[in-house]
Structures are given as structure tokens and as C-alpha cells.
């Protein structure tokens, strides 16, 4: 059984069987963990709104697993899975959507603006498209300080037609910085179909007027996700410019869990459902000579009692007290004091 939160094993020789339990094991997790944070939000115990990534899992897996500590990744409203596999206690998740004191903020914000910059997490802020210039700020530091590491910026197709995105982009373009953008196209932004907010099939085609490539996959297929991005982000981490990689995908719940996503038909949901990645890849286990019954139960337990854990913690930890909201705003000043500190 793999390790929960522990470095991914390589993917050579007799690990690779190791390895890929492991992704099927994230992304058992971060379904779990998704669908019980809907079942919160409508006992009324999390704050804030809910924006369920449940169907989209094998990007965040897929794109996930070859980064190295020091990467930075700014992820969008719908990728908390990006803070389990990166090794966030769940608990300390669960509390930060319930506004505890043991949350990442200390109860300070919602599940929607949390970050963990040990981890290299960026916090995402209500606009969106604002965290893609940050992503690439991330990466002309590392540029700057000769360091092999990679920046990378997920957003939606709704996100891709902000300006900032196209600011970001060009930069990272003219000064082949060390970015991966990370297009999850779940065909809506809210309720606007994709027809009726871009001109083109398909955003990766955008790559090309900044400069670099641009490449499309299948967001529900694990393995074409993990095939393309070990490939472009060690072509990125070697100096060889942004890229950017759109995977198709489709978001099972509406916007947020207060919109019935009325505007989608049933037969559209299903055709999706059927090509969902936990299944698809259970398919291939499965086909590769895993007892996959076995294995699912096994998971599927460890997964619960993960999950359980965490909700109890949250559960358990006190709300900040009311001055409490005024610590840990303002950095703490560096170098010599100023004339006015002086006395
Ligand atoms: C600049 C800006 N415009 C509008 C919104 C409201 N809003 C929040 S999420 C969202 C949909 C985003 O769609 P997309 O980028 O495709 O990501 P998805 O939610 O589909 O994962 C909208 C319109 C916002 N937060 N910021």
C-alpha cells in the first residue's frame, strides 16, 4: 500500500506498479474528500461556497505527480485536490473550510482563498486569471535565482479569456520562463457554454501566438494526462520555455453546490459519467492484473477513516477568538528600523 502524503516513487521497473496504485489512491482521495465537503456544505458546516472539482481528479493527479518540492502551483477554485497531494493534512483542509483555528488561515478565509506557501501553494483570489501573472512572477524568480524549479498555473476556458491570462502568457513567452499552464476545459465557466465565450475548439491553440506550444488531452484519462505532463514539465524544468497543456474534462456538479447546473442536459451528464477517470483507470489496473475488487475496498477503507479523521478533527478544533483576526496580516519588518521607529 503506498505511502499517504510521502514523496511518489519513480516510475521505472518494479515501481511502476507501486506508482500507479498510488495515483489511483490520490485520486480515490480527492473524490472522497470532495463529495464529503459537498455532504458538509449542505449540513450547513462549511463556509463559503463549495466549487466541486468532482470529474476532473485525474488532471490534478496527472499533472501533480511529477513535480519536485519547490515547485509552485497556484491552483483554481475547483482544485483542492492539489493541496492533498501535495501533502496538506486533511484535516488541516477540512478545518480551513470550516473557518477553524487549525485551518491553513487559522479561520481566517474560506476553503476558496487557501494557500500554503511551504508547500508552494499560492492562494487564489476572487478575480480570476489573477493568480496566472503571480505563477509567472513564481517563475522569473526561479529563473533569476538559477533555480531548476517550475511554476505551475492552473484556470478554467471561462479563465482563459481574461486579460491577465494573455499578460501572463505573453511574458512567459518573451522571457521563455520556466511555466506550465494548465487548462482544465470543463466546456462551462458557470453556465456559459464554451461556444459562447471562445471563437476557437480549442485554448491551446492560443499557445502559439505567445510563442510556445500548446497541447490538448483527455482530462479523464490519467495515464494521457501523466504522459504529456512528465514530458512538458521536464522539458520546462530543462529551460525549454512555457508550455501550455489543456485537458478536456466536464465538472460532474454545477458551478458551485447552490447551482443546480440546470443549463446541461441529463444525456450530456451521463455521456460524461461514462467516461469517468476513476472508473477508466480502474479499467486499466484492472486489465494490467490487479484484483481490482480487492484493491477498490482496500482504498475505499483507507480513504473513509483518511476522511473521517479529518472531519473530526475539524470538528473538534475551537473557532479563532475575535482578536485573533488581526494576527499574521502584515509580514514581519525586515532591515534597519525607519527614522520614526527610532524615537
Ligand atoms: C474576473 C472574474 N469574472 C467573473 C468571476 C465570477 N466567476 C467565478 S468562477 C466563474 C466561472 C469560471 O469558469 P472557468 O474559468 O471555466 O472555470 P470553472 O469554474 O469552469 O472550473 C465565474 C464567471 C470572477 N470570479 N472573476
Known sequence: MPEAHGPLPSTDGAARIEFELQLYYWM??????????SRLHRQNKILGGVYSGAGQEAIITGVCAPLQEGDFISPLH?????????????GAL???????????????????HAGDLERGIFGSTSM??????VAVGAALKFRVKQQRNVAVAFFGEGTSSRGDVHEAMNFA????????????????????PIEKQM???????????YGFRGHTCSGNDLLEVLDLS????????????????????????????????????????????SRDPIQRFEFYLEKKGQDIRHVREQFDERVHAIIQGAVDFAEQSRWPEGPEALEDLYATPVGPPVASQLG
Open 28 to 37: 480515490k482521495l480527492i473524490r472522497a474528500f470532495e463529495e464529503r465537503v
Open 78 to 90: 475547483r482544485d483542492l485536490g492539489v493541496f492533498l497531494i501535495r501533502g496538506v493534512e486533511p
Open 94 to 112: 477540512m478545518a480551513q473550510l470550516m473557518a477553524k483555528e487549525t485551518g491553513l488561515s487559522r479561520g481566517k478565509d474560506s476553503g476558496l
Open 128 to 133: 480570476l486569471g489573477s493568480s496566472l501573472p
Open 173 to 192: 513567452g518573451v522571457h521563455k520562463l520556466p511555466v506550465v499552464f494548465v487548462c482544465e476545459n470543463n466546456r462551462y465557466a458557470y453556465s456559459t
Open 199 to 209: 471563437a476557437i475548439e480549442d485554448v491551446a491553440d492560443r499557445a502559439q501566438a
Open 230 to 273: 512528465e514530458r512538458v514539465i521536464e522539458k520546462v524544468r530543462s529551460g525549454g520555455g512555457p508550455v501550455l497543456i489543456e485537458c478536456k474534462t466536464y465538472r460532474y456538479h454545477g458551478h458551485s453546490e447552490h447551482d443546480p447546473a440546470l443549463y446541461r442536459t441529463k444525456d450530456e451528464v451521463l455521456e460524461w459519467e
